[in-house]
């Protein structure tokens, strides 16, 4: 109808209609103020001036009357959010399966990883009814792994659901309903979780390592899609979808050949580049192989990758990473990773920014003697002098091995060979 004045006034007909239409979000009232018109005046639909035109002979009338119309308050769609986190222990919980706060996703992740999905429930408006029941699919990665187990929340005991699609990379229609009137009301419930794992394929390629450039991640590719929730009392809510974890997926950096086992590939790699600067000309996956980061191909790589060999993907314990890889250590394996760091910290790392080497501190005399006592323990007497690098990383080696003596003899004689390679003339 437009603006509307004394001074500009619509001309409207007994037979027609005025209607409003607030604004997104009001409530209250509105009105709308008329005088009569006798249409011996003016014409239908156009404005008109009323201003010293009403009463007697005109065709307006001088008395008005207002019409008033109400707008209640609508009542807010009731709402369940569904969220998914990355984790690599089961998440804590409550006896039937709450938390007060969504938990956090793990920063990142290998590709050799097993890990749990979980599925959380809640109604973040706080003033709504608990869960009855939940549904959503999770899509996952295939590339690198398969879903395994499905482990539904503990208060979600009716009509327990979930399909495992590996070839598809999803778990259909996930969810359960409850019995119970009090959970995802005011904390934020466990619906169900899965377990993933490494894909099982023989021989499964997974997160590429670049042949030239330095390792880098991807997005993990988990998220939900669909979803449905159902309230206490019965109310359907309209369901919110979290976003996708912003974990980030990394290869395993000692599968430079992406076969799914450190072995003679990566060792041959490996061997190629050992006492050579990272990105050096001519040499393929050097920037990989620099796996402390100091921008040398040293014993402190060697250190690391030792313990890796003979590793595949279906391993069940954890990789060792250096402290410089990204997100949260993993100290697991950390002591078969390097007893050297405890007996004098041989490996003193450059600021990064520097230009990067390995500066091998001095050992006190006594420490290295112990050492070589160690090395003729395990090797036998030296047939000649060797330079400390050389032994720095025999002592490396030796570490490894020692920590790792519950491996097959057949996999300790290719981590022997590895040296064996690394310390020739």
Known sequence: MGGVSENAARLLRDVDLVRFVPNHGFSGTATITYHAWDQTQGICGQMASLVGKTGGSTAFST???????????????????????????????????????????????????????????????????????????????????????????????????????????????????????????????????VLLGSFLAEDAAGEPIPNDAAVTATPCGMMLAGGNATLVGGTQAEVQLGAPPATELWPVMYDLDDNGLVGPGDLSFFAAAYGKPAGAPGLTYSHACDFDGNGEIGPGDLSYFAPAYGRKHTDADLQCYPGNSPGVLRQANEAAASRLAERADAIVPIEKGLVTKSLIQTMPESSTAALDIALAEQYGQAIKPSSFLNRHAAWSNMVAWRQASRREDLILGKAALAVDLLLAD
């Open 63 to 193: 008395g008005t009357q207002t019409a008033v119309v109400s707008v209640l308050p609508v009542q807010a769609e009731p709402v369940s959010r569904i969220d998914v986190s990355i984790v690599r222990t089961p998440t804590m919980t409550s006896e039937v399966g709450e938390v007060n706060s969504l938990p956090l996703s793990e920063s990142w992740i290998d590709e050799w990883d097993t890990f749990w999905a979980e599925i959380w429930v809640s109604t973040p408006r706080g003033d709504h009814a608990g869960v009855a029941s939940a549904r959503v699919d999770l899509l996952y990665d295939t590339a690198c792994f398969t879903a395994t187990m499905i482990e539904h929340g503990p208060a979600f005991t009716q009509d327990r659901m979930g399909t495992i699609d590996d070839g598809n990379g999803v778990v259909r229609g996930l969810g359960a309903g409850t019995l119970r009137t009090d959970v995802g009301d005011d904390a934020v419930v466990l619906l169900a979780r």
